[in-house]
C-alpha cells in the first residue's frame, strides 16, 4: 500500500506560481514512477509531469517550460513547481505514483489561477 498526500493549492493570480508537495508514505519501495495529473471541471483528468525512480521527466505540452516536477528522495515526496500560471490551469490536481501493487492517487489539491 501507498499513501500520497498533497498540499501547496491555493488561488493565485495569472503570471504567478505555486509549488505542490506530495508525501508518500507506505511502500515506498515498490514506487516506479510518480507525477502529476489535473481535472478541470467538465474536462477529464489529464497528465501534467512524471518522474521516474531514475530522475526521467516528461511534461504535457501545454506546462513544458513553465512547470518543473523533481522530487526528494530523502523525504519521500515529489514537487510541481508551477511558474508563469494562466486561468487554464485551474484545476484539482492530483497526485499519482505508480507500483508494482498497481496505481496509487492522492486526494487532490484546488489550484485556481484568477485575477
Known amino acids: 500500500q501507498v499513501q500520497l498526500v498533497e498540499s501547496g493549492g491555493g488561488l493565485v493570480q495569472p503570471g504567478g506560481s505555486l509549488r505542490l508537495s506530495c508525501a508518500a508514505s507506505?511502500?515506498?519501495?515498490?514506487?516506479?514512477?510518480m507525477g502529476w495529473y489535473r481535472q478541470a471541471p467538465g474536462k477529464q483528468r489529464e497528465l501534467v509531469a512524471l518522474?521516474?525512480?531514475?530522475?526521467?521527466?516528461n511534461y504535457a505540452n501545454s506546462v513544458k517550460g513553465r512547470f518543473t516536477i523533481s522530487r526528494d528522495n530523502a523525504k519521500n515526496t515529489v514537487y510541481l513547481q508551477m511558474n508563469s500560471l494562466k486561468p487554464e490551469d485551474t484545476a484539482v490536481y492530483y497526485c499519482?505514483?505508480?507500483?508494482?501493487?498497481?496505481?496509487?492517487w492522492g486526494r487532490g489539491t484546488q489550484v485556481t489561477v484568477s485575477s
Open positions: 507506505g511502500s515506498i519501495f515498490s514506487i516506479s514512477r
Open positions: 499519482n505514483a505508480e507500483s508494482t501493487y498497481g496505481p496509487y
Open positions: 518522474i521516474t525512480s531514475g530522475g526521467s521527466t
